[in-house]
């Protein structure tokens, strides 16, 4: 029982640092498939209104959100290229939600930093409270329900957004054909 105690832990502490940010590699991507649901909160948008993470999410079967907060995301400077050709190399759409107090300063970053993502603003900091990341940014591909599909950490150019592409492709291979 203890042995079967200590794996259970063990297992649950890798789900924990892959769904949460963690540097820890995807070597199974399809281990960490239909794990957590993304809270349904509220966010703003660009134009100033106000819209439901849930809402956004449940008009196409798969969604890449990318979590971060701007005030400690030196990395998004780097995989923000990656963001941008996610959609236009799998037809994903792709989101920024981002944790800060004022909408204003986060346009302001982001035209500064050249992140062209569509971008929402989780003023109240409740969604990134409910999924307790560890580390940011995150990219977290989930489906029309809201579970995560596949949670993938921070990717430092050159070989590991190769490796990105790769687990990418593994983990949507594994969600359209399910019995392969």
């Not at 050249?114 to 990219?139: C, H, Q």
């Amino acid at each position: 029982i203890a042995v079967l105690l200590c794996l259970n832990v063990a297992l649950l502490a890798k789900i924990r640092g892959i769904t949460g940010g963690s540097d820890v590699h995807l070597n199974s991507p399809d281990l960490f498939m239909h794990r957590t649901q993304i809270p349904s909160g509220d966010m703003m948008g660009r134009d100033g209104a106000m819209g439901n993470l849930g809402e956004l999410i449940r008009h196409r079967p798969l969604t890449m959100l990318i979590f971060f907060s701007p005030n400690d995301c030196p990395t998004c400077f780097s995989e923000k290229t990656l963001w941008a050709r996610i959609y236009p190399e799998s037809g994903i759409p792709v989101y920024g939600i981002a944790s800060h107090s004022s909408p204003d300063e986060l346009w302001r970053w982001t035209e500064i930093t050249g992140i062209t993502v569509p971008m929402y603003v989780d003023t109240s900091y409740r969604i990134n409270a409910a999924m307790a990341f560890e580390r940011t940014p995150l990219k977290v591909l989930v489906d029309s329900t809201g579970y995560v599909i596949w949670a993938d950490p921070f990717r430092d150019i050159g070989k590991e957004t190769d490796q990105f592409w790769s687990d990418f492709a593994y983990v949507l291979d594994k969600e359209r054909n399910p019995s392969r």
